[in-house]
């Protein structure tokens, strides 16, 4: 029996709260709060109190360089907290989410081994030891629970730093945003651990509301048992803040009584929620104070930073950033989302706030807002800059937006040189490349074929634009790659567009606009996007003068560009065998993914040959590790079209076909509209229609079971 037992809520769409005018604004400001105390607390994590006092004294802002780390990192607070919330996509947004339904999606989303969690191993690290209760069969809340793992395993920290993403769905609603933190924790947690989870939801629930800190901790108390340790540790926490106004005093009396010493395991819940809650309180609400308080404590820095800053950031909106320090110009939205879901990788807190938003809209039967016709820039939010930043010239950007009455919108302004470029990442960039730490999985969202667009004004004076791309090269660094150069007339608006080049099989590394002008005149970008299928070859480059390179370590850039879920996924290279790709799987099945989940009508082939495997193919419409169609050829002599969904593997079509090993099969997949075909060799031998909603769009694949296999060059074309 689970040591949790607060009575359960079903979460009927019709009985959700309403969504407040300015929810997306302030799922914003949330999830730029988690994201901003992260960076500031992950340099530190682990850190003790005492350490932190002789080495850097407290900390009052970004300390990385200090510490010699970069400030945007890939952090598992924020990685956990976005990636689950797709289980609510993956269930057609049904708004009552069961804990299994979330358990899915940690087997969909998470690659083993590699991304989103410390994988400590089983009895050492929560998560980890949740993962393999499920993938060996065990179904949430059974999978976290105390009975199974033992209540030290289910009581450390992994649940509370999960629970923000969800705690945002339920503006105001402080019973049914604990409730569903209750089950999203059950998937790995229990006790202790569920009911600090439920009080971060019940607070960041009411923060959106007019609320006092009394009124937050009150609320986050309501929905857990009275008698239980993070309840008597709050009460214990609120009685000396009122008796002690020296939050140091009171950082020794929480050591003291809930420190490390007092539970067992690695980075138990009690001490580091007891850290949050001395914060909120001795901090007052305001920003930096309560940053440099939650910090300088020490323990699970990053973890309890986050957190704050989530909840800060949903009380106060943007106006709570504001202050004598510039938290968010450093940090640009931008942040590391990896998954399965490799497109996603890099992002920023604007998408990956609006993500949030249309999830609470369609959970309440509501249609998705699509801010600028859904352009995947919309600097839609003050002060939003969605990872732009000056990378060649002088000049500046800024985005004064709807908060100071202005239309949202980037403003890049022309310095001395007469010429400024600003970029944003769409990939890995350089310096991130072989970053040590967790598992930075991702792949571009932008490819060779489609149409980049902008909507702009020139302001001040006439400008010449160029819209240009960073493309990798055989040195793993990046050039420019650009548009033709348009004149704007001052005033005027006007929409600039170029259709991205053949990029020689590299990636590309982010996107921009060049700008010429006079000194202090500028360029205003409304939107910018990109549409249409990709038109590529995906294979191992060919400069025009090869060499043969020893292999850098942790491979190169036109490689990373795949989502690794493969036991061995090696490149040819200089002298090395000859194919592009070699996929090896030591059991069961092995995964690589390229593109992003907005590819809907494509084909995509590639030549296999199996040098010992039980059964290998291609994949499109990819979703996830169990989310996708497959044409699979396999030992057992025949080729099949397979839709996976979940646990679930249906054959929508099949024909007997010789598996002969070093035999090359030249095989090929479309998916257009509800209709699949599969070819071998340019002929049709498979065909099926799917006419559920479940696959309409994705990225493709490659599998190999159990075996080596031997890749060609990967085409990928619209269908």
């Known amino acids: 029996m689970s040591l949790t037992s607060v009575g359960e809520i079903t979460l009927n769409a019709s009985e959700l709260s309403e969504l407040p005018a300015d929810y997306a604004e302030r799922v914003y400001a949330g999830l730029l709060g988690k994201i901003l105390g992260v960076y500031v607390g992950r340099p530190v994590e682990g850190w003790l109190y005492s350490r932190i006092q002789e080495q850097l004294g407290d900390i009052e802002y970004y300390v990385h360089d200090q ?25 057609d947004y049904e708004a009552n989410l069961s804990a299994e339904a979330i358990g899915e999606a940690w087997l969909n989303y998470a690659i083993y081994n590699k991304t989103i969690f410390w994988w400590g191993g089983m009895g050492n690290s929560t998560e980890h030891t949740a993962y393999l209760r499920m993938r060996d069969g065990v179904v949430p809340p059974r999978s976290g629970s105390a009975a199974l793992n033992g209540p030290v395993v289910a009581e450390q920290i992994g649940s509370q730093i999960f ?46 509301e007019k609320a006092t800190i009394d009124h937050l901790l009150d609320a986050g108390l ?36 809930y420190g490390y010493h007092a539970f067992g395991g690695n980075v138990h819940v009690v001490p580091n929620h007891g850290v949050i809650i001395l914060a909120l309180l001795y901090g007052a609400g305001d920003w930096s104070r309560s940053m440099m308080i939650v910090n300088t404590c020490g323990w699970d820095t990053d973890c309890n930073s986050g957190n704050l800053g989530a909840l800060l ?34 992002t920023d807190a604007v998408t990956e706030s609006l993500v949030i938003t249309n999830i609470a ?54 310095g001395s040189s007469g010429h400024v470029r600003v970029a944003s990442p769409t990939f890995v960039p350089p310096e991130m490349l072989n970053v040590a730490g967790y598992g930075l999985q991702g792949t571009p969202r932008l490819h ?39 004149t704007l007339i001052a005033g005027e608006w006007a929409e600039v567009s170029w259709t991205v080049p053949s990029t020689g099989g590299y990636p590309i590394a982010g996107v921009g606009i060049d700008v010429k002008g006079e000194e202090g005149s500028g360029v205003f970008i409304d939107w910018l996007d990109w549409s249409g299928e990709p038109d590529i070859v995906l294979t191992r480059p060919q400069p025009p003068t090869w060499r043969a390179y020893p292999k850098p370590k942790g491979g190169s850039a036109w490689r990373r560009a795949w989502v690794d879920a493969m036991d061995l996924f090696e490149e040819g290279w200089g002298e090395g065998w000859p194919e592009p790709f070699r996929l090896i799987q030591n059991e069961g099945k092995g995964y690589v993914f390229h593109g992003p989940e907005d590819w809907r009508d494509i084909e995509v082939s590639a030549e296999f040959t199996p040098h010992m495997a039980d059964s290998t193919g291609l994949l499109v419409r990819v979703q996830g590790l169990r989310r996708h169609y497959s044409a699979v050829i396999s030992q057992s002599g025949e080729l099949k079209l397979v839709k996976t969904t979940g646990p679930t593997e249906v054959v929508l079509a099949r024909v007997d076909m010789p598996f002969e ?20 060799g340019g002929e049709v031998v498979l065909s099926a229609e799917d006419h559920e909603a479940t696959l309409q769009s994705g990225g493709i694949g490659l599998m190999c079971e159990r075996g080596r296999v031997a890749v060609g060059a990967v085409t990928v074309r619209p269908a």
């Open 222 to 257: 309501s929905v857990i048992p009275p008698d239980c340790v993070i309840a008597r540790l709050i009460r214990d926490l609120r009685g000396w803040h009122a008796e002690e106004p020296d939050w140091r005093v009171a950082r020794e009396r929480l050591e003291e009584h």
């Open 67 to 91: 510490v010699g780390v970069p400030l945007i990192v890939v952090d598992d607070d924020i990685s956990g907290t976005l990636a689950f919330l797709s289980a609510f996509r993956d269930v």
């Open 163 to 208: 629970i923000d993403g969800w705690a945002m769905l339920f503006p105001g609603d402080p019973d049914r945003a604990a409730e569903l933190a209750r089950r999203a924790a059950s998937v790995s947690h229990d006790g202790e651990a569920i009911y600090a989870a439920q009080v971060m939801a019940a607070m960041e629930a009411r923060a959106f």
């Open 313 to 346: 950031g949903i009380w106060h909106g943007l106006a709570g950033f504001e202050g004598d320090r510039d938290w968010r110009t450093p940090v640009a939205d931008r942040l590391f989302l990896p998954t399965a879901d490799g497109a996603r990788t890099t």
């Open 661 to 680: 090993l070093y035999r090359p099969v030249a095989l090929a997949m479309r998916a257009e509209g509800s209709r699949l075909t599969v070819s071998v």
């Open 448 to 486: 060779p074929g489609q149409t980049l667009r902008a909507r702009l004004r020139a302001e001040g004076a006439d400008a010449q634009v160029r819209l240009t791309a960073d493309v990798y090269n055989e040195d793993d660094l990046t050039g420019v790659v650009a548009g033709e150069e348009r």
């Open 361 to 414: 809209r369609r959970i309440r039967g509501l249609q998705p807002v699509l801010p600028k016709g859904g352009a995947n820039f919309s600097f839609l939010f003050a002060g939003s800059r969605q990872g732009f930043q000056v990378v060649d010239g002088v000049g500046s950007v800024s985005n004064n937006g709807s908060l100071l009455g202005d239309e949202p919108g980037l403003r890049i302004s022309v």
